[in-house]
Nanobody, 122 residues
Framework: QVQLVESGGGLVQAGDSLRLSCTAS????????MGWFRQAPGKERELVAS????????MYADSVKGRFTISRDDAKNAVYLQMNSLKPEDTAVYYC???????????????WGQGTQVTVSS
């Protein structure tokens, strides 16, 4: 089993930056694709960014391209989301996820964190 814990959320103003962290425990996630998802009130959960287990395939939602950067540190069993130029529409609960299977490029989540709130004021 994989346990995921997110941190780094908070209340910021438009244009500010935040860095979300996700630390895994229970087993190494170095062989799993990882991703960040978000869910705003009244909306469905959506993929924000994903990174393959090798780190060579990275995908972003169109709405965050050029502003957000996903990265992973397998030595720390962690994945990060650097969020720059934040907008009010980025307000959501952000969830870290690990793939349900190993050695894949595109994530299909099998494990979820509890989420961290990001609120961007205008």
């Amino acid at each position: 089993q994989v346990q995921l814990v997110e941190s780094g959320g908070g209340l910021v103003q438009a244009g500010d930056s935040l860095r979300l962290s996700c630390t895994a425990s229970g087993r190494s996630v170095s062989t799993y694709a990882m991703g960040w998802f978000r869910q705003a009130p009244g909306k469905e959960r959506e993929l924000v960014a994903s990174i393959s287990w090798r780190g060579d395939t990275i995908m972003y939602a169109d709405s965050v391209k050029g502003r957000f950067t996903i990265s992973r540190d397998d030595a720390k069993n962690a994945v990060y989301l650097q969020m720059n130029s934040l907008k009010p529409e980025d307000t959501a609960v952000y969830y870290c996820a690990a793939d349900s299977q190993q050695f894949r490029r595109v994530i299909s989540p099998g494990y979820w964190g509890q989420g961290t709130q990001v609120t961007v004021s205008s």
